[in-house]
């Protein structure tokens, strides 16, 4: 899993919809089944599949599902510490937040964000953000980088769309509504005219090969 953030509660997320950018980005990766590994999924276009979750932040909400990672924090500042964490982090409550409708995403073939970059990952990112507190997701700002800075800016810049095809997922109530105008980034608007199939949550551990 990967977090992306910024210097701010304004920017952070390295996915944006209808231009707008959230604090935080969590990423959640998987590699496929077949190809045995991380190293030898990353030779192929199908590869990895990447679930991207936008975090929004509200002071008037304590997400306690990430609360044994936070309190890790103030350990692990320095660039090569690690910390046995003390208490439990439930994959099921990571992966499925109970904020988001997880049937209603978008998807797209693209690539890692960190390098090599490489055009290998299906992207599967939910449209509704899930929430953190200002104090929470200013604890990820406290890490260090290897300069001794304060880590505060790890996210890629929003890149050009080129010629990717980009695809939301229809919820069957909202089928008649499949061919709005939805603005993906600040450079392009695309109309989603295709209805793709609906993974139910259950199934996705099947799915991504775990």
């Not at 199908?46 to 103030?74: I, M, Q, R, S, T």
């Not at 229809?170 to 600040?186: A, E, F, P, R």
């Amino acid at each position: 899993m990967h977090f992306h953030w910024g210097s701010d509660d304004k920017e952070g997320s390295e996915d944006r919809i209808n231009n707008i950018a959230y604090a935080m980005e969590l990423h959640a990766v998987f590699y496929k089944k077949s190809y045995g590994s991380m190293e030898v999924a990353m030779h192929y276009a199908d590869g990895l599949a990447v679930l991207a979750y936008f975090v929004e932040v509200d002071n008037n909400k304590f997400n306690p599902v990430y609360e044994p990672l936070l309190a890790a924090f103030p350990m692990i500042e320095e660039v090569n510490t690690n910390v046995t964490l003390n208490g439990p982090i439930y994959p099921e409550k990571l992966l499925l937040p109970g904020e988001i409708i997880v049937s209603d995403y978008y998807t797209y073939h693209g690539s890692l964000t960190t390098p090599p970059c490489s055009e290998v990952v299906i992207w599967i990112d939910f449209k509704d953000p899930f929430r953190m507190s200002h104090e929470q997701i200013e604890a990820f700002r406290s890490i260090k980088t290897f300069d001794n800075q304060k880590l505060t800016h790890n996210f890629r810049p929003v890149q050009k769309l080129e010629d990717r095809k980009i695809f939301r997922n229809v919820i069957v109530s909202d089928l008649y509504n499949s061919g709005d105008i939805k603005t993906v980034s600040s450079s392009l608007s695309i109309t989603f005219a295709a209805v793709l199939l609906t993974i139910p949550p259950e199934l996705w551990f099947a799915f991504f090969g775990l």
